[in-house]
């Protein structure tokens, strides 16, 4: 079956303590991303990886950082997580980063607490 | 910069009513929109979407019109089921470099029997 894994799914944390979150693919999509989703916000774009070792920040980057090292994976990292982090996180892929009309394919989502 | 407005929910309705959920963009160039929903609990799959004016997407009964003219892309069903209840978004993709994907707030809907 196609899809998006995302672990955990659910994560309460403190202030500081590095955490990871994984996200991986099994379609072979060049493209993947990392979005957060906030009421009343909707979902904004964290980064991105328009293929292996290609990497770049979307509209929230501070705080975060991923790696693209596999063309599967694409794991954010949250090095000093802060409260202002407490979200719920979606990881995304797509067939390519350049084409208008590939649709976008989601995981289902990490609801992340940062106390 | 490109942003997606969509109208504010929730939206409530009765089963077998008429749905319209209403989204105007802002871009520069031409992009591709989109309509993704999100069912409780579970991430977004594309709906519907249309890449150039005069287009229309269609799918599970639902459907919306590129609109160049109003720069919109209106979403209706004629008639809404219980199993439509979830968070609809409107979405544009920008012809940049890279598949820039920008998404409105979201409209909840509830339908009830």
């Known amino acids: 079956e196609a899809q998006v894994t995302q672990n955990p799914r659910y994560l309460i944390t403190v202030t500081g303590k590095k955490l990871t979150v994984t996200c991986s693919q099994n379609m072979n999509h060049e493209y993947m991303s990392w979005y957060r989703q906030d009421p009343g916000l909707g979902l904004r774009q964290i980064y991105y990886?328009?293929?292996?070792?290609?990497?770049d920040k979307g509209d929230v980057p501070e705080g975060y950082k991923v790696s693209r090292k596999e063309k599967r994976n694409f794991p954010l990292i949250l090095e000093s997580p802060s409260p202002n982090q407490t979200s719920l996180y979606f990881c995304a892929s797509s067939l390519s980063g350049t084409g208008l009309t590939y649709e976008q394919y989601f995981g289902p989502g990490t609801r992340l607490t940062v106390t | 910069g490109n942003s997606v407005t969509q109208m504010e929910g929730p939206v409530t309705l009765s089963e077998e009513a008429f749905l319209t959920i209403n989204c105007t963009y802002t871009?520069?160039?031409?992009?591709?929109l989109f309509w993704y929903v999100q069912y409780p609990g579970e991430g977004l799959q594309l709906l519907l979407k249309?890449?150039?004016?005069?287009d229309k997407g269609s799918n599970k009964g639902f459907e919306a019109t590129y609109r160049k003219e109003t720069t919109s892309f209106h979403l209706e069903k004629g008639s809404v089921q219980v199993s439509d209840s979830a968070v609809y978004f409107c979405a544009l993709s920008d012809r940049g470099g890279y598949q820039k994907v920008t998404f409105g707030t979201g409209t909840k809907l509830q339908v009830i029997p």
């Open positions: 249309a890449t150039k004016a005069d």
């Open positions: 871009a520069t160039g031409y992009p591709s």
């Open positions: 990886s328009m293929n292996v070792e290609v990497t």
